[in-house]
């Protein structure tokens, strides 16, 4: 049985993230041999965001498709770069006449994977429905190979859609909530979920941000401006066995490396 491993890597947050990712991936490609990487960015510049820069630095390291979330469009230069780029994901369930596209693909060694990006509607933003998006990609696809990365604020929604895609995705990711969750499986039909993969970013944060900050923001409830914590960075992510010839995952396993 022929099987191939996919590498996904949760939202990489501020400059303590790039330099995470940028000083860890070759060890975790060595480590893990994956045959595709796909990275969270949407926090990359400063937070919240990322800029073209950014994006082509992570497809210098090795990033085959970099996928965004409710922070896509933050920077503003990004949008002529989501117009172009073919190696770039925003959430396909925005409004029409958005830049960019909501589905990515990638071929090595034979194997064509298409990379989804949706957002979640409970306490997010407001997007479209994102099941009958995520209906309606499923039926543009032309493999068994797919990749969803479900960007999304609750448990019970992510759980769902990974429900929804059991045994018409190979892999089912949660993003978002930076914290990395002990429910990764492989459900009935055959397709790899974990409600979020966490974050890569600065360790002892909170999410990222300066814990100093977020504490005052608690203790008094008055507006902080938030920052990205000064902190080393960790990398969270996942890895996935997939077989080639049905596209059905075989394995899914939890990454934290600390950089």
């Known amino acids: 049985m022929s099987v191939y491993r996919v590498l996904f890597i949760g939202d990489v947050v501020g400059r303590p993230g790039r330099t995470a990712l940028a000083s860890g991936l070759d060890s975790l490609k060595e480590s893990y041999k994956p045959l595709f990487t796909i990275v969270n960015g949407e926090n990359a510049a400063g937070g919240v965001g990322i800029t073209p820069a950014i994006a082509d630095e992570f497809l210098k390291l090795g990033v085959d498709v970099i996928t965004l979330g409710n ?9 002529s770069y989501l117009a172009t780029s073919k190696q770039i994901v925003r959430p396909s369930n925005m409004p029409a006449g958005v830049p960019g596209t909501g589905m990515a693909w990638v071929t090595k060694e034979g194997v064509r994977l298409a990379v989804l990006n949706v957002c979640g509607r409970v306490f997010m933003e407001s997007y479209d429905d994102p099941f009958a998006e995520v209906e309606r990609l499923l039926k543009e696809t032309d493999t068994p190979h797919i990749l969803l990365d479900f960007h999304a604020e609750a448990t019970s929604e992510k759980v769902a859609m990974g429900f929804h895609c059991d045994g018409r995705a190979s892999i089912v990711v949660g993003t978002h909530t930076h914290v990395q969750t002990a429910d990764e499986q492989v ?4 397709t790899a979920f974990i409600t979020d993969v966490g974050m890569t970013g ?8 300066d814990r100093e900050v977020i504490l005052q923001r608690f203790r008094t409830t008055l507006p902080q401006r938030f920052q990205v914590a000064e902190e080393e960075g960790v990398i969270c992510g996942v890895v996935v066995d997939v077989q080639k010839d049905t596209g059905r995952a075989l394995a899914i396993s939890r990454i934290r490396f600390e950089a």
């Open 187 to 190: 459900l009935a039909g055959g």
């Open 71 to 79: 922070h896509a469009f933050n920077k503003r230069e990004i949008s």
């Open 202 to 209: 600065p360790r002892n944060s909170v999410l990222g941000m």
